[in-house]
């Protein structure tokens, strides 16, 4: 057989398609948006019968971008929207709530640095990297996350989510790798899918939300155990009474062990890297 040259594909791109269905002929059939094509329909796409779809869609396009960046697993860092950096004065109205955010201040300074930290984790033998920071791309402890990791020069992912209130994703997340998302389930699966290790700083709901999810997760055997660095020891204990919940047989003693309370950011990092020393 001569040589020849078999053509990849006998299909249009959607996109080519897509610019041949804009036609110039107006008539009643062409206006209707029945004749609409479906990916380009967003009242079809925004119905309520496509929602399944639009949970695949979201799972897969952050998926597609993030192998693409070879990245093979992540640091994920939970906490607060609310803490400022030291020497910034929270926007609090109330004077001693205000105070008590300020006094935290010191753990944007540790998520900086555990940031960096972990971002100087070398690339394995097919190229991937690891422990590329990952936050919800906010500001304060997101914000101080993806800052440590530009400090030394490295890519961070931000998981920004839709809100009532505007939150634009802070100016230190690589904006290739950062990413928006409608669903909350959505979005914390992509946290926990390539997560390694996870950093959870003070925080509130949000932060709740997320932590007793992983923990409900390891605790039961849907993934597999990693380290999870809790910053503040004296915060979680006066917020949650682990040893009341074993004490009341809710939860058994064991469970408290998949957590390791810390104050700083070597002290993290040490725990992550002895975990996988072993």
């Known amino acids: 057989m001569t040589k020849t040259r078999i053509p990849s594909r006998v299909f249009a791109r959607a996109a080519a398609e897509a610019k041949t269905a804009r036609l110039t002929v107006s008539t009643p059939q062409t206006e209707n948006p029945a004749y609409r094509l479906a990916f380009q329909d967003m009242d079809f796409l925004l119905s309520e019968e496509l929602r399944p779809v639009r949970f695949q869609l979201e799972l897969l396009k952050p998926e597609l971008l993030l192998d693409e960046a070879k990245i093979g697993s992540m640091m994920v860092f939970y906490g607060s929207a609310r803490i400022p950096q030291p020497g910034v004065k929270s926007s609090n109205p109330n004077a001693a709530v205000a105070a008590s955010l300020e006094a935290k201040s010191h753990y944007y300074q540790e998520a900086r640095k555990l940031a960096a930290l972990a971002s100087a984790t070398p690339v394995d033998e097919n190229g991937s990297r690891h422990f590329v920071v990952c936050s919800g791309g906010g500001p304060s402890i997101m914000e101080a996350a993806n800052r440590g990791a530009a400090d030394v020069g490295a890519e961070s ?55 007793f999810e992983l923990l409900t997760l390891i605790q039961t055997g849907k993934i597999k155990p990693m380290p999870v660095v809790m910053f503040g020891r004296e915060f979680w204990n006066r917020a949650v009474n682990f040893d009341a919940l074993a004490a009341e047989g809710v939860i058994s003693a064991n469970d408290i062990k998949l957590i390791s309370f810390v104050e700083s950011a070597d002290e993290a990092w040490k725990v992550v890297q002895d975990f996988y020393a072993k």
């Open 157 to 211: 992912v931000g998981l920004n989510i839709v809100l009532p209130h505007e939150q634009a994703p802070n100016q230190y997340v690589t904006p290739g790798l950062s990413f928006q998302f409608h669903y909350f389930a959505l979005r914390k699966m992509h946290f926990l899918l390539r997560a390694r290790a996870v950093a959870v700083f003070p925080g509130g709901f949000g932060t709740f939300d997320e932590t």
